[in-house]
Each structure stands twice: as C-alpha cells, then as structure tokens.
C-alpha cells in the first residue's frame, strides 16, 4: 500500500512523542482552538507539502494534515490523543473536551511482563503525564470490555487520579459485564466478593452522559464479546476491538459469547454512521508494509476498504471467514492472565498467607484424554 493511500490521505494530522513504552500522539479535531505543539513535538516533525513525519523509523509513517472529507461541525467535538502500546498492540485513548478540559480515558493498560511476571506502570504512568501536562480533569475511566490480551489500568489510575486530583474516576463499563465475571469467575475460582463491585457504572445500551461539554453515547456492540460496548463521543466512536484497521479487518469471536453474527451486525451498526465519523480502534497490528500504527479510519474508508466487512460483503461471508479465521488462531498470549485481572477491574488477588498474589493457570494435555 502507498503511503498515500485514500486510506491515508484522510489521516489526520498527527504529532508524536516517543517514549520507551509508548507512542503518544496528539491529534485535535478540526473544531478544537489550536494545535498544541509543545517544542519536542515541533521537532520530531517536518512538514512537506502538507504532511507530518514522525522522525522515528519506526512508525516513519506521513499523514496528511487535513482530512480529505470535511465533517459536518454540528457537534462539540473532542480533543483526542490516542497512545500506542506496543507490547500488546493496545491503542489507549484520553479524550478531551476543549472548553472545560474534562476527559475521559479509554482503554488503559497496566504493563506485564509474562517472563518475569513483572508488573509496572509506565505506560499508565505517560497517560497522567499527558494528563497533567494538558491540565486535564479525569471524569471517568472507560472500559469497551473485558480484555483477554492485556490487563487493564483501570484500578491503577483511579487509585492515583483520586490522590492527584481529590476526585475519585468511576471506572465504566457495559452492564453485561456481570455475565462475563459469572463465566470466567467460576472458570477461574474467583470469588464474587473479588469482582462485585469493582465497576463503579454498568452502562446500558444508548445510555448518554457528559464529558465537560461534550456528549458521550454508549453503543452495545457485541460479537467479540458480548458485554462489548463503543462509545461515540462527538463524530468519533471508540469502538474498542469491533473494527480493526481496514487492512486488519475485525476482531476475533471466539470467545466466550463471542459470535461472528452479532460482530457483524455491530460493524454494520458501527457502519451505518455518517460517512466522516472516525471509527477509532482498539488494537492496531500493522504489518510490515504499513510499519506505523494507525489510531482511526472514517466510515467511509471501511466500508471502501475494510477486510472482512467493506461493503458487498454478505453475512454468510463473514461469518464463514470469520469462523475460519479464528479456528487457526491461538490463545492470546497474557489470556488467563488478563481475564482473572481484568474480571476485578484491574485489582489483584488477595495475598496469599505466604505474600504472593496467585492465578491460575489451566493445563491442557495432548492428547486430550492423556491419563496416566
Ligand atoms: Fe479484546
């Protein structure tokens, strides 16, 4: 693909900064009141015919500074920086109203290292610098679903934000999460004392609520899990892992709950929005020819060019090479990890009477009915 694909000429402008974890970059809608380029960020970059470079070779990847499709300004639109996690191929998100610097963040990821079972914070860490940089208030910390690659932060930014800002952020996520801690507590031997109350609101489909200005409407999006929500706020959805880039197409179903149905109809919900609106993904995993993650697509390019569900594509397509899809894949890497965590909301197991916070880990024989 040319790297100034039609895919990529609707970029928008992006501006990063590298850190050892992540790659953080600022992208302000084309109602937000100026572009805030700090000194390291003006660096980083050089502008040629339009464009935007990252200097790193890494995500060495152009951008076009204007949209190709101008977006209707009907609604307060949100200052959104989306930050990359390589590790896991996350895409974490602190959305922002302009006018009162309320915020919201999406999607957070606690670090885990699978070798050493080492737990630390810095990418959590890089989103309360950013948040503290851009004198943000946190109103509320986000969850699409409960992740099966990566743990969450949730519980980790609330415990800081409620110190650093004197306002504890009620951790969000769909009301059917409660289906998913039953499954996979019962699965994994926790106790329901563990996960009761670690989400402070349980959204219902098309429930709305404020950030600062700004309206937020969650979306129940189900099919790579069932509790799997979107949040459309301004002309953008977080749509967690219902689309992935275009040339990545969708998220697995083969979950618990999961269904290849139901995903479909949610991208079709997801694709039915107004051609401009910017489907902003969960997970990005480009491959070699593309190099550099790539937060958001517009309507309009998915269903040009996405994948699995561009459109033409029937249903009894997609579900067939859906299920055919996710029949070759693998277990994620940090599966039970992440589900045990992320089940309580990011809190760890109760220490044992020896110190050590314990998970379980199912074995699997080969063959399955090896007996001995
Ligand atoms: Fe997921």
Not at 11 to 20: E, F, S, T
Not at 64 to 92: C, K, N, W, Y
Not at 241 to 262: M, V
Not at 280 to 299: F, K, S
Request: one cysteine or more.
């Amino acid at each position: 693909m040319s790297l100034l694909s039609p895919a990529r000429t609707m970029m928008p402008g992006a501006l990063y900064r590298r850190n050892p974890r992540t790659l953080i970059r600022l992208f302000i809608t084309s109602t937000a009141p100026t572009v805030a380029c700090n000194s390291h960020i003006i660096k980083s970059c050089r502008p040629l015919s339009g464009l935007c470079l990252p200097r790193s070779s890494l995500y060495g990847f152009s951008y076009s500074t204007h949209s190709a499709m101008a977006a209707p300004l009907t609604v307060p639109e949100p200052i959104v920086h989306d930050v990359f996690e390589p590790r896991t191929g996350t895409l974490q998100y602190v959305v922002a109203d302009p006018a009162t610097k309320s915020c919201v963040i999406i999607d957070p990821v606690l670090d885990f290292d699978d070798t050493s079972r080492n737990i630390d914070t810095d990418s959590a860490d890089a989103l309360l610098a950013l948040v503290r940089k851009h004198g943000y208030h946190v109103e509320r910390i986000l969850e699409t679903h409960a992740h099966a690659d990566h743990i969450t932060a949730a519980s980790y930014l609330q415990s800081r934000l409620a110190q650093e800002q004197n306002h504890k952020p009620p951790i969000g996520i769909g009301k059917r999460i409660t289906q998913v801690q039953k499954l996979f507590g019962e699965r994994y031997s926790v106790v329901p004392a563990e996960y009761k109350t670690v989400f402070d609101i349980l959204f219902g489909d098309n429930e709305t609520f404020s950030i600062g200005a700004l309206t937020a409407t969650v979306m129940h999006l189900p099919g790579h899990t069932p509790d799997h929500l979107g949040y459309k706020i301004g002309d953008n959805v977080f749509c967690g892992d219902s689309l992935f880039n275009a040339d990545i197409g969708t998220a697995r179903c083969d979950f618990p709950g999961g269904n290849a149905d139901d995903l479909f109809r949610s991208g079709k919900t997801l694709l039915s929005l107004p051609e401009h609106t910017k489907i902003w993904t969960g997970h990005d995993y480009p491959p070699q020819d593309r190099g550099a993650p790539e937060p958001w697509m517009t309507v309009h390019g998915h269903r040009e060019q996405n994948k699995h569900l561009r459109d033409g594509v029937s249903r009894d397509e997609f579900v067939a090479l859906r299920r055919e899809r996710d029949a070759k894949l693998g277990e994620p890497r940090l599966l039970h990890q992440s589900l045990q965590i992320n089940i309580r909301g990011g809190r760890f197991p109760q220490p044992t009477a020896s110190g050590h916070r314990m998970l379980l880990m199912p074995f699997k024989f080969k063959p399955k009915d090896l007996q001995w």
